[in-house]
């Protein structure tokens, strides 16, 4: 998998990713993006977003504790991503569970050129006219995250992640599930958050969006599962997946990379 | 102690606990409810509050890092509780250290009706129009916990958690006083915050509050108590706590739980 | 080195640390606090800040996640302070990395006598009027940090502390460079943030701002150093850093203090 060699390309060039996110995730997100070797910045004043996206390597709009300010803020923090070719990464994060996330991010997806988005199964549900309930910012139910991230794709023509026990990306030209990972994960706030930052990291690094996708998908998850084999409770697995997000490298990813579906789109 | 089990009905029935709280303790708040098995979603933007709050199954207010606009969205999402009859606990982060704080707990308690109040001997005492010494967000010297939580129980006809060397819940049937727990609570930041959470959580899942605060109390001071065993320092205390809140159960509870105090209030 | 009694002093006192600080650092620099043995509170709302920075025994001006509003808040709080004569920090994170931070970190020079400003090479640059790179909120490039330590404090007349691979303290009389740490503080977001507040604590309690920033950075480097003996990599890193902070003492600290330049200024 020579897209792996990814890992390495974000330790080199230490992109700096400027988060609009919310105020959960913001520690353990930085945190997560220094373990990988990028650069974390938050910014989310609107005087300042355009300055910080236009200088920034990679741009991450995450919806988890929205105002209505922040909405203002990233949608100009994206276009100034898009006037730069930066790429731009969605996290609609509980977008259904009301009508003002619902809202903010359909004028998200309007207004701004989105590189990717990653969300769980209801949350992309959402996004493609699926009915799907959400309450709060889990998944809920039995949903096929393949059905839902191909319609998303197509409804939106962006590349769309679909994380949960199996991981679905799915881009123009390919779809691919990927068995990755630990039940771990969701015990610990923020780790779709984060994945969502490192994506955008490895996207800047990346020559075309599948690779960094796919690459960081693979790496992130498994680092869980590195982390999950020491530890067995979310305390010490949060504290765990920040090291072995460290000190994952390429040959772990390639012993353990489980991709089970791989098909044209 | 039947009131144990709601400590499995909280993983069975997995309830949404919707948090206006504070930014130091969002990340630690979340956690914490995953770890006892919740559902956590923090949203405080005044356009989603009250969607969120009809559809959570328990609300906490906390008054932490407070701002205007935040008192505001407390109240909407109270009221909206309130219709639903889901319970709401408060957190009176700090009150009595700024007229700001003091008045926007006395806001909120006046417009949206609590199902319980949780806070250190300083804050319970200013509710309660006892003159203590409030500095910060620490409780600060001798106060008799037991008096304070009686008197604010009668003033303000709510169920009382005054939380310290010893916790006292008092309702209007009965007055406890409990005494687990390990001093590194208050070490590390957000642990009476979480607590309230905690609360909350037990209280959408039990039949009548005082089985709920007691249960709450219990298993939660009783987790910090075996997580102190195994490690001595704040950083360690913290990562130990939420794996010991995944993992503690019925069986632990009932061999340390110790009630020193049962009478009528 | 008599001024690393002022370890224990905190200790002792307890200073209430009031913070106006960033969302990325809050929990972290709570908990630091906490582990040195001070008292935090965060509170930014204009209502509360002049109250609390008026009760508060030291104040921490941070910029990370700046809105409009907070720069109003910070000034308001600062000017409370002076009029009590309680010292305060400036940490003037990712000052130049846009012209909004830029000018915020001017208006508070300019509006507020600060004790100490505490950055990196690059932030104290800005501040020194020397041209330097700021992308993002991490020090970029070569930069000789005495010099710069140099030229901002008789720029501004506010001692300086300049962070990196050695620490270096310039007030009026004394110029120190300091060799204590671990790269690893460069991976954990919030160990600049959070040594700021520690200034702050250890100023509140010292007869002498030299004193208090040179016992401050040294005890906090050193409390690094030691966490790195057990640890390599961020999570764990982290954790062992909280514990140390609050288990590291004076005799640690003469056995490991590294000056390695001390000279008139």
């Given amino acids: 998998m020579n897209n792996l060699t990814l890992i390495q390309a974000v330790k080199d060039q230490k992109p700096l990713v400027h988060n609009i996110t919310n105020q959960v995730v913001m520690n353990f997100s930085a945190n997560g993006l220094y373990a990988i070797g990028a650069q974390p910045v938050m910014a989310h004043a609107r005087e300042e977003v355009v300055e910080m996206a236009s200088n920034a390597n990679a741009l991450v709009l995450n919806i988890g504790t929205l105002t209505g300010e922040l909405v203002d803020s990233m949608i100009l923090a994206g276009q100034a991503a898009n006037k730069k070719g930066t790429p731009v990464v969605l996290d609609p994060v509980g977008v ?47 949903i096929d995250r ?26 123009e030209e390919k779809c691919l599930e990927l068995n ?8 610990v706030t923020g780790t779709g958050c984060l994945l ?3 994506v955008a990291a490895f996207l800047s690094v990346s020559e075309t969006t599948l690779d960094g996708l796919v690459a ?50």
């Avoid at 498994?222 to 460290?246: K, M, N, R």
């Fill in 96 to 142: 259904g569970a009301t009508h003002f996330r619902t809202e903010a991010a359909k004028r998200i997806i309007d207004t701004v050129q989105l590189t990717a988005i990653r969300g769980n199964a209801g949350e992309i549900s959402q996004l493609a006219g699926i009915d799907a309930e959400v309450r709060g910012v889990d998944a809920t139910g039995e």
């Fill in 216 to 265: 960081a998908v693979s790496f992130y998850t498994i680092a869980a599962e590195v982390a999950a084999q020491t530890v067995t409770s979310p305390g010490s697995f949060q504290v765990a997946f920040l090291d072995a997000l460290s000190e994952v490298g390429i040959d772990d990813c390639q012993k353990r990379l489980q991709i089970i579906r791989e098909e044209r789109s």
């Fill in 146 to 171: 393949i059905e839902v991230a191909k319609k998303a794709q197509r409804e939106l023509d962006i590349p769309i992640i679909v994380t949960g026990e199996t991981d679905v990306i799915v881009t």
């Fill in 180 to 187: 990755n990972g630990t039940p771990l994960m969701t015990q």
């Fill in 196 to 198: 969502t930052a490192v």
